[in-house]
């Protein structure tokens, strides 16, 4: 494969999923003349997680690339870089100078894609909603600087706040702050399966095999009101079981664009000068990976361990073996292109030393070798994952100081365990909810705690996070910022590993793939059309 590529300017991170291929007639769409998309994205309902497209619970970036088509938000992050504007709301600020209060007006006439009228009360009950429901992949924790939320009439919301948060516009951005139709969805209950209304550009059909959603077919909403241009009248996304059957499908024609997660090998294949009507588009990237920690666990509870760890991994050979070009050494949560990053892993580890871990433990006096399991998804963040673990592994043991195996397990099923601390030691990927410093630290610091990790700093949680929550300018907040990452440095509740690039490949007569994703690493379908070959 071999294609023509385009480099844009900074853009962000997508999160990540894997499902299984239909067939196509080489025309590269479908039969009713829908573009269609190819991902690696699984979407199941299972025991553990029964009603993934429940916007009170869906917390991964293929399940939020669902949900963004079909349920709209007050705001929405903009094509490029930005802040948030305005989408079912008509207009949105803050009203006081503390950034503790915050008021929307919705738009005159949004209807839901049934007929329903779309009212303030609604924006109310699925927020409360949200709240209330404290689903356990604790996506509501986004929410959590909410007190009360106010409606006067049936176009006025205003939200009180606990605290100052200047981040709140980016919040009611994410699908988690999505409207919904009180009589689709329980106040008390999680709605099961696939089935999803809303009020967003697309209405959803859902093709489902033994449990799993294996087509998402998108057709275009004729009330929809909103702020977004729609390029289309219908877009299919199609599951695969792995890359290699996507990007199969792609050179056959069986699919117009191809996205999440296209392995390293498929990227530098299609970036070669040869023009066989397939583009690749190239964007920076704010995808950031990582090992976490179950800070109680006895095999990696004492922070020394962890500290050994950092001073052992060498995040360049990591990379350049395993990505390429396609990604770079990361030395905090927070990536180097966003406010307030700070490289604190490298300040405090500098280059990998062997010698310098040696003494850590010597000094604590932990015996070595150190037994480590090194827990992966074996289907969720690419292809490449396998091969990045062994040489994690590798990179441990060669030390001498540590005695490191590695455990590959599907999404559906490592997900709930690394949630119910089963794993000691675990990877995991991050794509922002909000392309927000304050979004690559609390989702791990903070209460509820989308990991469920044990790791309590108060330091962090009752005044740093606060703090810099406080500051409208982003750049005022970079004392806290830093002193947050320092302190993970030192703790090692986390330890990053490296941010990514994201792509996008697509037949040449496709339009818009400049604008497939954004900032916030939304795939927005909308921004695609069909024009001329060539």
């Known amino acids: 494969m071999n294609r023509k590529t385009l480099v844009l300017p900074a853009v962000i991170g997508l999160l990540a999923p894997v499902l299984a291929a239909c067939g196509g007639s080489g025309s590269g769409s479908g039969d009713d003349g829908a573009i269609v998309v190819g991902t690696t994205d699984r979407f199941t309902a299972s025991k553990d997680a029964p009603a993934p ?11 939020w690339n669902i949900l963004r088509q079909t349920v709209q938000t007050l705001m929405i992050q903009p094509r490029g870089e930005g802040e948030p504007v305005p989408e079912a709301a008509e207009r949105c600020g803050f009203t006081d100078t503390g950034n503790e209060r915050y008021a929307c007006t919705l738009r005159d006439g949004l209807k839901f894609a049934n007929g329903d009228p779309v009212t303030a009360a609604d924006v109310k009950y699925s927020i409360d909603r949200a709240l209330s429901l404290k689903a356990d992949s604790g996506v509501f924790a986004l929410l959590s600087t909410i007190d009360t939320v106010e409606t006067q009439g049936d176009r006025e919301i205003i939200f009180h706040l606990k605290t100052a948060d200047a981040t709140f516009p980016y919040k009611l951005s994410t699908p988690v702050a999505g409207i919904v139709d009180p009589d689709d969805y329980p106040k008390d209950r999680l709605r099961d399966g696939f089935d999803l209304q809303g009020s967003g550009p697309y209405t959803l059909k859902a093709d489902v095999e033994n449990g799993e959603m294996v087509k998402a077919e998108f057709t275009r909403n004729p009330g929809y009101k909103g702020s977004l241009k729609v390029s289309n009248d219908k877009v299919s996304m199609v599951s695969f079981k792995d890359a290699d059957a996507m990007g199969a499908a792609l050179d056959k024609g069986d699919i117009d664009l191809m996205t999440r997660a296209m392995s390293p090998k498929q990227i530098r294949e299609l970036s070669g000068d040869a023009d066989t009507g397939i583009d690749l588009v190239e964007m920076s990237g704010l995808e950031i990976r990582y090992l976490g920690f179950n800070t109680d666990a006895p095999t990696v509870k004492s922070k020394t361990v962890r500290q050994a760890m950092a001073q052992v991994v060498n995040r360049g050979e990591l990379v350049s073996k395993v990505y390429g070009s396609q990604a770079e050494p990361l030395y905090s949560l927070v990536p180097a292109s966003v406010t307030g990053h700070s490289n604190s892993f490298f300040n405090k580890y500098g280059e990998p030393n062997a010698v310098k871990a040696r003494a850590l433990l010597n ?51 490592f997900r709930p365990a690394e949630k119910k601390g089963e794993y000691d030691v675990y990877g995991m990927g991050w794509f922002p909810d909000f392309p927000d410093a304050d979004n690559f630290l609390a989702p791990f610091l903070d209460k509820d705690n989308t990991l469920g990790s044990p790791y ?3 330091q962090i949680r009752d005044t740093l996070i606060p703090d810099s929550r406080r500051e409208a300018d982003r750049l005022s907040a970079s004392s806290s910022l830093t002193d947050i990452q320092d302190i993970v440095a030192t703790d090692v509740p986390v330890l990053p590993l490296w941010q990514g690039k994201q792509y996008v490949a697509a037949r040449d007569d496709i339009t818009g793939t400049a604008y497939a994703l954004n900032s916030a690493s939304t795939l927005q379908l909308w921004e695609l059309g069909r024009g001329v070959s060539g």
Do not use: C, M
């Open 363 to 413: 000094q604590a006096n932990i015996t070595t070798p150190v037994k480590l399991t090194l827990h992966y998804t074996t289907d969720h963040y690419g292809p490449a994952t396998k091969e990045e673990f062994e040489i994690l592994r590798d990179q441990l043991n060669s030390s001498g100081l540590f005695d490191a195996d590695i455990k590959g397990t599907p999404w559906d099923t």
């Open 456 to 458: 309590d700093n108060s």
């Open 53 to 63: 497209l429940d916007p009170a619970y869906a917390y991964d970036v293929g399940t």
